[in-house]
């Protein structure tokens, strides 16, 4: 076999390969309960509350299927044993063809909580999500959560999650995001004690505020580690948010994130890096660190004392392994990994 042909082979394998993961989802996998809007059919459900109270809280593993439409509910997921759901969608690689959209307004200063705010709650272990956008619309004046997460060994995976204050709460537990989207403006990437990894995403600001708020209150081992994201400019946001966008402030006095690979377009602050509060800085014992970050939005950066930049070598320890443990491929869906 010549060079040429070998060649050939090479890129019809990876070509295969692509096309294979850039599946169509149009119809439920074999056993998923359906979940479709509007529907009067035996045996489906009109919302996803209804289609999680017909599952039995037992060991079992089970999944739903939701079909194209926008369902206004809170949901809260607590079954016990292992659950997935799908949207629809004619590209499971992206989160671009999502269809099966949930979205509710609720903030917390009326819930009580920014968990209680929750437009997807998870209180369970082993839990996936593919191809579903999650939507919290209050907007601005109060925290108002997407997603809630408090679950470990948690995929989501092509996933969308929209707010504007606190988007996205990964408080606790072991979790991943994988090839989504996250917009928000204010903290909206957040949480105590959360582990978490995100790759490949893309971040989209849509107004002035900070992309993560770490609130790590000890010298653990716990963080978030951040790999191969971009970071945009929400097609709406609000004027006044150039020059006033920020990798990250500390919650907590014990903020670990990391950001590798990323590249940024958004028009952040040249800091990139922020205090908490002018008289309440939290940034004696934090690690706000980066490795090869690249695009317009980080030109010209003038990075903070408490910033760190990492070597090669430095940047190599902090991956999804040290994010989530050295077993996340026990449960991450490899498929989406970058």
Known sequence: MTRFSVFQVLC???????????ASRTSPPSG??????GTTTSGEFATLTAALNSLPNDSSSRSIFIYPGTYSEQ??????GPLTIYGYTTDTST???NQAIITAGVPASTAGSDDASGTLRVHKNDFKMY???VK???????????????????????CGFYGYQDTLYANAGTQVYLRGYIEGAVDFIFGRGGLAYYGGNTIAVNGPGCTTASGRESADSGSYVLNQNTIVLASDAVSGTSGKIYLGRPWGNFAKVIFKNTVITAPMNKALWSIWNTGDPRTDNILFAEFNTTGSGANGAARPSFATVLSA?????????????S???SWVDAAYLV
């Open 12 to 22: 019809v394998g990876l070509v295969l390969v692509q096309y294979v993961f850039a």
């Open 327 to 329: 077993d996340y491929a």
């Open 313 to 325: 070598s430095q940047a190599a320890s902090y991956s999804i392994s040290s994010a989530v443990g």
């Open 131 to 133: 191809n579903v956008n």
């Open 136 to 158: 919290n619309t209050f907007g601005q004046g109060s925290q108002a959560i997407a997603i809630s997460q408090y679950g470990s060994r948690v995929g989501l995976y092509a």
């Open 75 to 80: 949901i809260d997921i607590t079954r016990s």
């Open 95 to 97: 989160y671009t063809g």
């Open 32 to 37: 998923a309960i359906v979940v479709r809007k």
